[in-house]
C-alpha cells in the first residue's frame, strides 16, 4: 500500500460554503483517536478505507466491520459513528459535497442510501488513480477550475458507488431470505419472514429490494410459479391440490397469477411440455 498519509483539500465552489462545499483527500489515523463518535454531518461525506480496520455504527445498526474496501456514506442528518482500530493502518480516501447535490444523485439512481458498502480489490485499484488526480487538481485548482472539479468528484462518487457491493452481513442477510423462501412449502408474508429472521420487516423490505432488485412479494411470487412449474411436469396433481399444495387459497386464484407470469395456464404449460 502506497504510503498516502495524510493529504487534503477544503475548498468552496461559489459564495455558500455549505451548498458549495467540496473537500478530498487521504487521511491517516494512526489511533483510536481518529475515531468519530456520534456525529451528523450537514453536508455529506463518503470515505473509502484503504488500509485498516474498524467498525460503523448508527441508529440502525448493531455494528458493520470495515476493512480495505469498505465504502462509508455519512449520510446528511444521520447520527453515526466509525471507530478506528488502534493498530496505525488506517488510511481513507473521502469525498465531500453538498447534502442537496447528494440529493440529486441519489433522486436519479446514481447513488445510494445505504451507509457501508464494499469494494473489491481491483474496484480499489481502479479507484485510486482518479482519487489521486482530484486531489492534485482541487489543490492547485483557481476558482473558475473548482466548478468542474465539483463535478468530477460527484463523477467519482457515482463511480465507486457503482463499483460496490452491499456489506456482507447484508448479503448474508439476503441469502437467508432467499432460503427461507425457497424452503417454505406455502406462502409466507414479509412480517413472518422478518419475524423469523429476527428483524424489523421494514429495514427486510428496503435491504432485500436493494440488493435483489425486487420485492420480497416479488420474490416469493416468482419462487412459487417455479416450484408450479415443476409440480405440472412432473406430477399428475389436480390443479385443485396443486394449488392448495402451492398456498393458494382457491384453484382461481393459482391460474390467474400463473398466467400473469408465464402467459399460458397452468393447464396449457402442462400440456405445452
Known amino acids: 500500500m502506497p504510503d498516502y498519509k495524510t493529504k487534503v483539500s477544503y475548498r468552496t465552489v461559489g459564495p455558500n460554503k455549505t451548498a458549495g462545499n467540496l473537500?478530498?483527500?487521504f487521511l491517516y489515523k494512526p489511533d483510536d483517536g481518529g475515531s468519530n463518535r456520534d456525529i451528523?454531518?450537514?453536508?455529506?461525506?463518503?470515505l473509502l478505507l484503504l488500509d485498516g480496520e474498524g467498525e460503523y455504527f448508527d441508529r440502525n445498526s448493531a455494528g458493520v466491520k470495515l476493512s480495505r474496501g469498505s465504502f462509508v456514506q455519512r449520510l446528511p442528518g444521520v447520527k453515526h459513528s466509525t471507530i478506528v482500530k488502534a493498530d496505525g493502518k488506517w488510511l481513507e480516501f473521502f469525498v465531500c459535497i453538498s447534502a442537496e447535490s447528494y440529493h440529486n444523485l441519489l433522486s436519479m439512481g446514481l447513488?445510494?442510501?445505504q451507509p457501508v458498502m464494499r469494494c473489491d480489490e481491483s474496484a480499489v485499484e481502479e479507484i485510486l488513480p482518479d482519487a489521486q488526480r482530484l486531489l492534485t487538481s482541487m489543490q492547485s485548482a483557481d476558482e473558475q477550475a473548482l466548478v468542474g472539479l465539483y463535478f468530477a468528484a460527484q463523477q467519482l462518487l457515482c463511480a465507486i458507488t457503482a463499483r460496490c457491493s452491499r456489506s456482507r452481513e447484508e448479503e448474508d442477510c439476503i441469502r437467508l431470505a432467499c432460503r427461507l423462501i425457497e424452503g417454505y412449502?406455502?406462502?409466507?408474508t414479509g412480517q413472518e419472514l422478518a419475524a423469523q429472521m429476527h428483524m424489523g420487516y421494514e429495514a427486510l423490505r428496503k435491504q432485500f429490494k436493494a440488493s435483489?432488485?425486487?420485492s420480497l412479494g416479488q420474490y416469493a411470487i416468482r419462487v412459487r410459479v417455479n416450484r408450479a412449474?415443476?409440480?405440472l411436469l412432473h406430477s399428475d396433481l389436480p390443479l385443485e391440490k396443486l394449488a392448495a399444495q402451492l398456498g393458494y387459497p382457491d384453484c382461481f386464484s393459482f391460474c390467474k397469477q400463473f398466467k400473469q407470469h408465464t402467459g399460458v395456464s397452468p393447464s396449457r404449460f402442462r400440456k405445452m411440455n
Open 111 to 113: 447513488m445510494s442510501d
Open 229 to 231: 412449474k415443476a409440480l
Open 40 to 46: 451528523t454531518f450537514e453536508c455529506y461525506g463518503g
Open 185 to 188: 412449502s406455502g406462502r409466507i
Open 23 to 25: 473537500s478530498c483527500g
Open 212 to 214: 435483489a432488485g425486487i
